[in-house]
């Protein structure tokens, strides 16, 4: 992604991007034309994938191109000199126009169904998973859980749950379903400066139990990792584990209270092993993925129990999102456990709301509730 003086550098489309639909092109027969754009370094004429690019009084090249697969080479050539840039685009065909929700830090919902397990008929009997059933009958919202394996306290672990419940997860596995998260809440940063084994370890840990609990169809290989920061040895092991996706903030720490105490001013935060200019490109997109790494990572747009924002302002926060239509063809949004309970010290009374205000919003707005791992696992091939 990085620029050369005096050289060919794509600006639009760069190496790694996802096109996602009508946010990023228009469908013709055959696939998606988009307009790509090239810093021509001085040339004179340029050449994208054998046809000529028109140049701009900027000093600029566009050229429109049709990328008809999931995995799209272009190449701008400098016919003068013979000098090549070739990046690689993919193409989500079924991105656009849907969204994902999901919820970190998941423990003590489990642990309600554990000691109701004599008492409750349903999963749904426990009031926390209740509201997704509600938000999904209502408005089709699904929902993917990130699961912690432990209490912050140590008093429950998911290798004390019960398995009773197994057959209604995986009956509901279609819209309610889960993955790693981490081994608890705290410490903060879990997983800075650990290596491949760290990670490997508390995922095999969750993911075994998980299995138990919940049922392989209810498993999912897309996650956020817990405050979404590792190095790239942890990411390795995540995908070794077989995680394709993984989900995060993908922007910067700006002086916000909240984020200062664990990050300096100008730091990418929730990013996980991304460099500041590949944070500063994926904010403002949908998708970026990591070639070197095989890995697509997923924007989340919105913290549904952020401080600032109320059940009655996350209409208006929607309204902005969607015009910027690179960061919203394909939305994400996540919401945190431990904000529901009222005796959590900072407990949302509006929580339930928020959810249900969300997933109407999106109906009424044509966006469609559904699973990243569908999206990145089309019919014309792998993610990547």
């Known amino acids: 992604m990085s620029?050369?003086?005096?050289?060919?550098?794509?600006?639009?489309?760069?190496?790694?991007?996802?096109?996602?639909?009508?946010a990023d092109g228009v469908w013709v027969d055959?696939?998606?034309?988009i307009t790509a754009v090239i810093e021509g370094g001085g040339a004179e004429r340029l050449t994208v994938n054998g046809r000529p690019a028109h140049k701009g009084t900027d000093g600029?090249?566009?050229?429109?191109?049709?990328?008809?697969?999931?995995?799209?080479?272009?190449?701008?050539?400098?016919?003068?000199?013979?000098?090549?840039?070739?990046?690689?685009?993919f193409v989500f065909r079924k991105a656009y126009r849907k969204y994902r929700f999901t919820v970190d830090d998941f423990i003590l919902a489990f642990?309600?169904?554990?000691?109701?397990?004599?008492?409750?008929?349903?999963?749904?009997?426990?009031?926390?998973?209740?509201?997704?059933?509600?938000?999904?009958?209502?408005?089709?919202s699904k929902v993917h859980i990130n699961a912690f394996y432990e209490t912050d306290d140590g008093a429950f672990n998911l290798s004390m749950m019960t398995d009773?419940?197994?057959?209604?997860?995986?009956?509901?596995?279609?819209?309610?379903?889960?993955?790693?998260?981490?081994?608890?809440?705290?410490?903060?940063?879990?997983?800075?400066?650990?290596?491949?084994?760290?990670?490997?370890?508390?995922?095999?840990?969750v993911t075994n139990e998980l299995r138990r609990i919940v049922g392989e169809p209810a498993l999912r290989n897309t996650t956020t990792l817990h405050w979404g920061e590792s190095t790239v040895y942890g990411t390795r092991a995540l995908r070794a584990m077989g995680?394709?996706?993984?989900?995060?903030y993908l922007t910067f720490c700006r002086g916000e209270d909240y984020y200062r105490e664990v990050y300096e001013?100008?730091?990418?935060?929730?990013?996980?092993?991304?460099?500041?200019?590949?944070?500063?490109?994926?904010?403002?997109?949908?998708?970026?993925?990591?070639?070197?790494?095989?890995?697509?990572?997923a924007k989340l747009h919105m913290i549904l129990n952020a401080g600032d924002l109320t059940a009655d302002r996350v209409e208006a926060y929607l309204d902005d999102l969607i015009t910027r239509p690179a960061e919203s063809g394909f939305i994400q949004m996540v919401i945190h456990e431990q904000y529901f309970y009222p005796d959590y010290v900072a407990y949302e009374p509006d929580y339930r709301d928020r959810i249900l205000t969300m997933a109407k919003w999106m109906q009424e707005h044509g966006y469609e509730s559904v699973s990243l791992s569908d999206i990145i696992e089309e019919t014309e091939g792998p993610a990547l």
Request: glycine share 8%; proline share 4%.
């Open 265 to 297: 001013n100008g730091q990418p935060i929730v990013s996980h092993h991304l460099n500041r200019e590949q944070v500063a490109h994926a904010e403002h997109r949908c998708f970026w993925v990591d070639t070197e790494e095989d890995v697509v990572f």
């Open 111 to 140: 642990r309600d169904l554990n000691e109701h397990r004599g008492d409750y008929a349903s999963i749904f009997d426990n009031p926390y998973l209740k509201v997704f059933r509600d938000a999904h009958d209502r408005y089709g």
């Open 164 to 205: 009773r419940f197994r057959e209604e997860f995986t009956a509901n596995a279609d819209w309610l379903s889960f993955s790693f998260h981490a081994r608890r809440e705290h410490p903060d940063l879990p997983y800075r400066g650990k290596g491949y084994e760290e990670v490997k370890r508390d995922c095999l840990l």
């Open 60 to 89: 600029s090249f566009s050229a429109e191109v049709l990328l008809d697969g999931r995995f799209n080479r272009l190449e701008a050539v400098n016919p003068d000199s013979g000098e090549k840039q070739a990046i690689t685009v």
């Open 3 to 22: 620029k050369t003086s005096g050289t060919l550098h794509f600006l639009f489309p760069v190496h790694g991007d996802v096109m996602v639909g009508e």
């Open 243 to 248: 995680y394709r996706a993984l989900c995060g």
């Open 30 to 33: 055959g696939g998606l034309k």
